[in-house]
């Protein structure tokens, strides 16, 4: 069984460009969740998808936008980047649109700095 | 709004000391709860979990139980490794599609 992978690990941009980041999601799971995790805080959530729909959003500005691929894996994309976007962004994979106890599982992460 | 919130740390242990990180919850309705972990340079692992109130959940020694009555879900464990070290969360999910995180509690043990 295939674990949850992102890609890339690292990355480094300058304020106003865009990124795109990737996941894919562990076998069997046809949900993907990203979330942002500022150093020393803990992860906010910033979107969902299922079945390649948003299926819900926090608190982020429109312009980070996502994907799903028919094969459940997803990308992250963040336009006109500010330095406050600096963070690691973590995909998690699960099974389903959620339910009581649904657990995440969550991938290593990729390392965004803004310069 | 719903919110976690952990007790600060660092915490730092010795061997076979007895570990308790808090966490207390504030929730509209009736959430599941989770303590999630993080060792260095790795994405977050789950270390159990409660889905309703009185609910213990257990794992690798560890034990938090769900308390309704203080809306908390404390983590304890009663002689820690130095391979516990580790950023320890605590969330709570209803729907389990979004989770709000605790900011995290870093555990230190030493030898």
């Known amino acids: 069984e295939t674990g949850v992978t992102q890609s890339p690990t690292h990355l480094i941009k300058t304020r106003g460009q865009q990124v795109t980041l990737r996941c894919s999601s562990q076998s069997g799971h046809n949900t993907v969740s990203w979330y942002q995790q500022a150093l020393g805080q803990g992860p906010q959530f910033i979107f969902q998808?299922?079945?390649?729909?948003?299926?819900g959003r926090g608190n982020f500005p429109p312009r980070f936008s996502g994907l799903q691929f028919p094969n459940y894996s997803s990308e992250l994309n963040v336009n006109a980047l500010e330095l406050d976007d600096s963070a690691l962004y973590l995909c998690?994979?699960?099974?389903?649109?959620?339910?009581?106890?649904?657990?995440?599982?969550f991938g290593p992460g990729t390392r965004l700095t803004v310069l | 709004g719903d919110s976690v919130t952990q007790m600060e740390g660092p915490v730092t242990l010795s061997e076979e000391a007895c570990l308790t990180i808090?966490?207390?919850?504030?929730?509209?309705?009736?959430?599941?709860l989770f303590w999630y972990v993080q060792y260095p340079g790795e994405g977050l692992q789950l270390l159990l979990k409660a889905t309703k109130a009185d609910d213990k959940g257990s794992n690798k020694g560890f034990e938090a139980t769900y308390r309704k009555e203080t809306t908390s879900f404390h983590l304890e464990k009663g002689s820690v490794q130095v391979s516990d070290s580790a950023v320890y969360f605590c969330a709570l999910t209803y729907t389990g599609n979004q989770f709000y995180f605790g900011t995290g509690t870093s555990l230190t043990v030493i030898p």
């Open positions: 998690a994979s699960s099974l389903g649109a959620g339910g009581p106890g649904s657990e995440q599982f």
């Open positions: 998808y299922y079945r390649e729909e948003e299926n």
């Open positions: 808090n966490c207390t919850y504030t929730a509209t309705g009736y959430p599941s």
